[in-house]
């Protein structure tokens, strides 16, 4: 099987990995990671006529510089991390959309109360399985494709490449809906696979199991078990 096939990229424990890490961090510097709580922060202004394709290019050039600039992320430091996520990646996530298409069904039949743990937990669980891979990004630069989209259409396929001096580069594409004059991102593709199709097949086979509850829980106790700066453990 060829390696990048080999890249799961829902894993909490895999450090004997580097492509993995490698990967995770090409992504999240790209600047489209799903990651916050998607709750009570607003949004920040959206460029006027801004295309799905612009914005991606303009947040994921930023996104890299940041990154490289700052050590306290490339040490997996979870306030920093929370702070360039809220601040610089969430305004263009819808992430309770996100949520909800990962927990499928599980997501229609939650309380208000559960839909919020749920959130709350799955931003956890991306927070750490990505700060360990932060410290991987270095001399990368994003490619955008050709948007090939209808005019008019509100839902579109984002398509880029992370080029990385020595390596192949990594596909990385994104689901974006259209939300008032802005876009926002829903799903993200590495090498193909699409993390809310990932997240939905594992998030199922939990909570057939325990119900919504245990979900939750299973969730939780994997945050917990990584705990506040051993995020970078969990990658």
Same mark, same amino acid.
């Given at each position: ?5 080999? $890249? ?86 819808? $992430? ?12 229609? %039949?939650?309380?208000? %109360? ?12 991306? &927070? ?43 596909? &990385? ?29 594992? $998030? ?8 919504? *509850? ?6 939780? *106790?994997?945050?917990?078990? $990584? ?9």
């Amino acid at each position: 099987m060829n390696e990048h096939r080999r $890249f799961r990229l829902a894993e909490t424990r895999a450090p004997h990995l580097p492509l993995r890490r490698r990967l995770m961090s090409a992504a999240l510097a790209a600047g489209a990671l799903a990651l916050g709580a998607g709750l009570g922060f607003a949004p920040a202004p959206v460029l006027a006529e801004e295309s799905p394709d612009a914005l991606i290019e303009r947040v994921g050039n930023e996104l890299i510089r940041l990154i490289a600039d700052d050590e306290a992320i490339k040490r997996g430091d979870m306030g920093a991390i929370n702070r360039l996520v809220d601040e610089k990646v969430m305004p263009y996530v819808n $992430f309770e959309r996100m949520t909800a298409l990962s927990a499928g069904r599980w997501w229609r %039949e939650a309380t208000p %109360e559960q839909r919020k743990q749920l959130m709350t937990e799955f931003r956890n669980m991306l &927070l750490r399985t990505y700060s360990g891979a932060l410290e991987q990004v270095g001399n990368q630069t994003l490619r955008m494709k050709p948007l090939r989209a209808q005019p008019g259409a509100t839902d579109v396929i984002v398509r880029s490449e992370i080029v990385q001096p020595g390596r192949e580069p990594i596909q &990385l594409d994104y689901r974006m809906h259209k939300v008032g004059d802005g876009w926002k991102i829903y799903d993200l593709n590495i090498l193909g696979i699409w993390i809310v199709e990932t997240y939905r097949s594992q $998030f199922n086979q939990e909570a057939q199991r325990t119900g919504v *509850d245990g979900l939750i829980r299973s969730l939780a *106790d994997k945050n917990r078990e $990584f705990g506040p700066g051993k995020g970078s453990q969990g990658t």
